[in-house]
């Protein structure tokens, strides 16, 4: 069974960190771009980081960019995001997915989802 498990999520207040994972399971995730999107109720899912299947390249929502750093570990089959100077508009539901292909932030083009984790940001 092909799967992705995020973990990490929790509650923190303004200025903190979190460091989420995306695990894999039944699959190797050497050769997928990992994406990770934030969905806020009401809203639709929109991108916030992803890395490329050799970790050479990442991208970055401008809204995140100097605070949040994309990771992976192929050894580990495992992609972090590290969440430093969190805010509370960064609050929502992190998921992770995955693709056999280039990053995007194009939701639909992800083949595999994780359940999320929840970030709640407030003092």
């Known amino acids: 069974q092909l799967q992705l498990v995020e973990s990490g999520g929790g509650l923190v207040q303004p200025g903190g960190s979190l460091r989420l994972s995306c695990a894999a399971s039944g699959f190797t995730l050497n050769y997928t771009a990992i994406g990770w999107f934030r969905q806020v109720s009401g809203k639709e899912r929109e991108g916030v980081s992803c890395?490329?299947?050799?970790?050479?390249?990442?991208w970055y929502a401008d809204a995140v960019k100097g605070r949040f750093t994309i990771s992976r570990d192929n050894a580990k089959n495992t992609v972090y995001l590290q969440m430093n100077s969190l805010k509370p508009e960064d609050t929502g539901i992190y998921y992770c997915g995955a693709r056999w292909g280039r990053c995007t932030v194009v939701v639909g083009l992800y083949g595999y989802w994780g359940q999320g984790t929840q970030v709640t940001v407030s003092s």
């Open positions: 890395i490329s299947s050799s970790g050479g390249g990442t």
